[in-house]
């Protein structure tokens, strides 16, 4: 639930690329978080794990998703703290180490060396079975997306999103009465002008917390139980 939306897929070689799959976000952001990289690694490994579960091999199809993904999964651990390693950056913004001597380029110990091996290792395993889950729960839907590249070898976003829209209308119904919750509280009406300008946003943040969390909580169940166990609901696949 955390991916950026899917923009355009094609099977319309280009460069090396055997096809793409294009994510967009739905605004322009600085900032990602925890969430939205270890979803984003899941997306990536959707092909490899696609050849696999279908074709019971692996092609050098899937070589720069895999590269993306292992990138990204040692990023989190060697610049944003995103581990069990806690928060350290062990590697500055363009891979060299930020600390101490060492041999060579890498600075820190064999033992450090293995830890992270270890975490970016844990990371990509736990993305590949939840990318393995979603397409084992919806190979109808996996299916009827295959089935219509090779009628028209790409397809847009708006076409995209009517083959799996029945499960994301159930997932805004479910949903939006926890979003009006929050909308709510975050939107009140009037203002108190005898408040400092800090107090009305530690306020603010007071009030707007446990509605802004219960949504989150919301959206990441219900995306599970349709996503993720499709058999909860009795939904028909076009």
Known sequence: PFAAPVHKISIVARGYAG????KLPLEEKRLQSRKEFLDDIAVALGGYVAEEMIFGD????????????????????????MSMLGPMALEGLGGRTIFGKGLGDREYSE???AKIDAEVAKIINEAFAKAR?????????????????????????????KIIQPAWEEYK????????EYEK??????????????????????????????????????FWKLFANPENRNLKWK
């Open 19 to 22: 096809g793409y799959t294009l």
């Open 58 to 81: 692996i092609t050098t199809g899937p070589s720069s998703d895999l590269q993306v993904s292992t990138a990204l999964a040692r990023d989190m651990v060697t610049k944003y703290g």
């Open 111 to 113: 033992e450090v060396a």
């Open 133 to 161: 889950r979603v397409l084992k729960d919806h190979r109808k839907v996996l299916d009827a997306i295959a089935l219509r590249l090779i009628e028209k070898e790409t397809i847009e976003q708006e076409e995209y999103e």
């Open 173 to 180: 119904k479910v949903t939006q009465p926890a979003w009006e």
């Open 185 to 222: 509280i975050v939107r009140p009406g009037g203002e108190d002008d005898e408040k400092s300008e800090q107090d009305a946003r530690d306020d603010y943040k007071k009030d707007t917390q446990p509605a802004r969390e219960n949504y989150v909580k919301v959206q990441q169940d219900v």
